[in-house]
């Protein structure tokens, strides 16, 4: 299954996301396209390859919303997780049905392994 993470560019997704998710959900199963990695990421192009999109979604941003709706147009599955306490924007009910929250690196991961595990 391959993955596109969408999230805000507006903190530090490379240790609070992407680290985390490269150590502890490596699997030749699925493939994680992360689109801040340092390459630059075609993403309405690469969206459309995928089967699942994770949105983080604990810090608002413009490029989020377009990225899920782009995703929406296109009919793909989309999960959000969130920090707990943040406040995701409300407009995301339209495009998502799971909403999951996380405290911790060991809940983040938990919530992408039940995710990976029901889709």
Known sequence: ??????????????????????????????????????????????????????????YPSTGLGIELGWANDLKKHIVCIHKTGSAPSSALRIVCETFLSYGSEVELISCITRIIATN
């Open 1 to 58: 299954m391959d993955i596109y993470l969408a999230h805000s560019s507006g903190y530090d997704f490379k240790t609070e996301l992407y680290e985390p998710i490269q150590k502890n959900c490596s699997n030749k199963n699925h493939t994680f396209i992360f689109p801040h990695n340092g390459q630059l990421v075609d993403s309405k192009n690469v969206l459309s390859t995928c089967d699942l999109v994770m949105a983080e979604a604990s």
